[in-house]
């Protein structure tokens, strides 16, 4: 996901919803399905500025947000190249027994994750949160993403025994198995949609 994002301080949120197709998410976070269009995306960004998705849509940095949104086995992510969605549209993401999980980053490096099942909430994390302390209360899979999405560095700024501010968007693509790269993203059906 991370590739898709502008160079320059990325400003993103990535929902992810387990039996829900593409469409769906997209019109349960306020899409207009009459703006969805069908995507592949660009070989690269015009800028530093531009994301993926914008690009593709060919909107200019700052005149609108964009969503990409796509299916890899039972879950489809939601990509928002803007932070113009959050974590309020989880619940409904999660109705009718699905689980569902977002992840935010924003340009001042505050970054969250909700985690939901069935529009209850299980879980919680604030990257200021001590993840080791908080780990043995969460739900077994969440569990299990974070400890798929390690723990890395950036730049050797990390102290040992320490998470860097990108672990909760590794763990919402951990848990929905998004392990892929944009090769593998752009041999999968896309939708995309101006947003915001």
Known sequence: ??????DENPNHTVHVVSGLEPAEALEILG???RLFQPCELPDGKPDRWTSLPAAALGIESGASGALLAGRIGEWTFVYDDSMATDHLSTPSLSANGRSAATS???????ASLSYFVNSEQL????IHDDLE???PSMPADLRAAFDA???F???GDVEPGKHDDAILMRAVCALAGLTCTLSDLRRIPLLVTAFG
């Open 1 to 6: 996901m991370s590739e898709l994002a502008s």
């Open 31 to 33: 899409a207009k399905p």
């Open 104 to 110: 935010m980053f924003s340009i001042h490096a505050n």
């Open 123 to 126: 879980a919680w994390i604030d």
């Open 133 to 135: 302390e908080n780990l």
């Open 149 to 151: 999405a390690g723990i």
């Open 153 to 155: 560095g950036l730049d």
